[in-house]
T-cell receptor, first 118, second 115 residues
Framework: AQTVTQSQPEMSVQEAETVTLSCTYD???????LFWYKQPPSRQMILVIR??????QNATENRFSVNFQKAAKSFSLKISDSQLGDAAMYFC???????????????FGKGTLLTVNP | DAGVIQSPRHEVTEMGQEVTLRCKPI?????LFWYRQTMMRGLELLIY????????DSGMPEDRFSAKMPNASFSTLKIQPSEPRDSAVYFC?????????????FGPGTRLLVL
């Protein structure tokens, strides 16, 4: 079974600075998807960024980018120019690319609580 | 386009009562997922449907939980009888597989408190 580990329960960053959230995963599969979701105090789960394992290029979405290291099974999220609105719980998630059975489910890490200081 | 809609947003009930949570997926999506979030267990999948058919219910904790999807635009998750340990946030998510992003989009969740 796949597992996702977020080793930083809490992180803090000063407004306008850069922060990196860590995520590692364990899988025997070669093709899969990785996601970062943001959960603000409203508890809404919001997709931040997505990476396909077969793509070597790291995904970017505005101020958010990832460092995907397939061999190391590492998928970190970098937030540049941090804003107060970035304060939230961030979840790393894995999904198999194999069709059928329970493969479409997302496996989540425990989350990292990000605080942004003004 | 409206996102995933869940109701109610909050539910407080007493142990032993029946609870029904509702979800309307994004129009055109062919997969629907029910997740539960607790402090102890984090986010975990309960069940998911493809074209209204349950595909994997291995995450449903016990027989007190049941889920249905009578049509493409509506699903329910029922707990009968409810217990205090069922207190959690329940999320519904939907996706359209086979297209580039294959991303699951989440509803706002239902916060359930069983007293």
């Amino acid at each position: 079974a796949q597992t996702v580990t977020q080793s930083q329960p809490e992180m803090s960053v000063q407004e306008a600075e850069t922060v990196t959230l860590s995520c590692t995963y364990d899988t025997s599969e070669s093709d899969y998807y990785l996601f970062w979701y943001k959960q603000p105090p409203s508890r809404q789960m919001i997709l931040v960024i997505r990476q396909e394992a077969y793509k070597q290029q790291n995904a970017t979405e505005n101020r958010f980018s990832v460092n995907f290291q397939k061999a190391a099974k590492s998928f970190s999220l970098k937030i540049s120019d941090s804003q107060l609105g970035d304060a939230a719980m961030y979840f790393c998630a894995y999904r198999s690319a194999t069709s059928g059975g329970s493969n479409y489910k997302l496996t989540f890490g425990k989350g990292t609580l990000l605080t942004v200081n003004p | 386009d409206a996102g995933v809609i869940q109701s109610p947003r909050h539910e407080v009930t007493e142990m032993g009562q029946e609870v029904t949570l509702r979800c309307k997926p994004i129009s055109g999506h062919d997969y629907l997922f029910w997740y539960r979030q607790t402090m102890m267990r984090g986010l975990e999948l309960l069940i998911y449907f493809n074209n209204n058919v349950p595909i994997d219910d291995s995450g449903m904790p016990e027989d007190r939980f049941s889920a249905k999807m009578p049509n493409a635009s509506f699903s329910t998750l029922k707990i009968q009888p409810s217990e205090p340990r069922d207190s959690a946030v329940y999320f519904c998510a939907s996706s359209l597989m086979g297209v580039v992003r294959e991303t699951q989009y989440f509803g706002p969740g239902t916060r359930l408190l069983v007293l």
